[in-house]
């Protein structure tokens, strides 16, 4: 399979479960304020859903934004490597996406699983949902952005090939 197609596949994937997150959140929302304000019978359960949306939301952006490399960045060591060689440019870029892939392994998916196992038992208020469920966007995301990280370093060597001169 192609690297574009993939990435283009994910992508589609990622913005459609968001975009129906994003509904789900607007419709649990609407509903808490018509029961709150008209009915003067506030629903139970759209506060929390709405919660744990946005929490599911707010990490599935946050790992489509790597892809399309719209994440959160110190740009001071960006901005540094396109003064150097080519080769030092691209062994920095790597060596930064390695760093996040450490950060990402340890914290999000480390635990996150870890998290998740501890909550197994414990059971969400309302919606009396297992709390691992919730948790389980952590790893998710982090295989997300692991799969992510795996393309846009292919994308820099398949870039540094192409644009090397020819003999």
């Not at 997150?21 to 029961?35: C, D, H, I, K």
């Not at 934004?65 to 790597?94: C, D, E, M, P, Y």
């Not at 196992?117 to 949902?129: F, G, I, M, N, V």
């Amino acid at each position: 399979m192609n690297i574009n197609k993939l990435r283009s596949l994910l992508d589609s994937l990622i913005l459609g479960v968001c975009a129906f997150a994003l509904m789900l959140l607007v419709v649990t929302v609407t509903w808490q304020v018509f029961s709150r304000y008209v009915l003067n019978d506030p629903s139970s359960f759209t506060d929390e859903l709405s919660r744990y949306t946005m929490v599911w939301l707010g990490l599935l952006g946050a790992s489509y934004l790597f892809g399309v490399r719209g994440h959160l960045a110190i740009t001071l060591v960006a901005t540094a490597a396109n003064q150097v060689s080519t080769k030092l440019n691209l062994a920095l870029q790597v060596f930064i996406n390695l760093l996040t892939f450490s950060f990402v392994a340890l914290a999000m998916f480390k635990g996150g699983l870890a998290l998740m196992t501890k909550t197994t038992q414990q059971l969400s208020p309302a919606l009396q949902l297992p709390m691992s469920y919730v948790y389980s966007i952590l790893p998710i995301a982090a295989v997300i952005i692991f799969v992510y990280l795996a393309l846009n370093t292919l994308d820099l060597f398949i870039k540094n090939t192409s644009s090397a001169p020819t003999k």
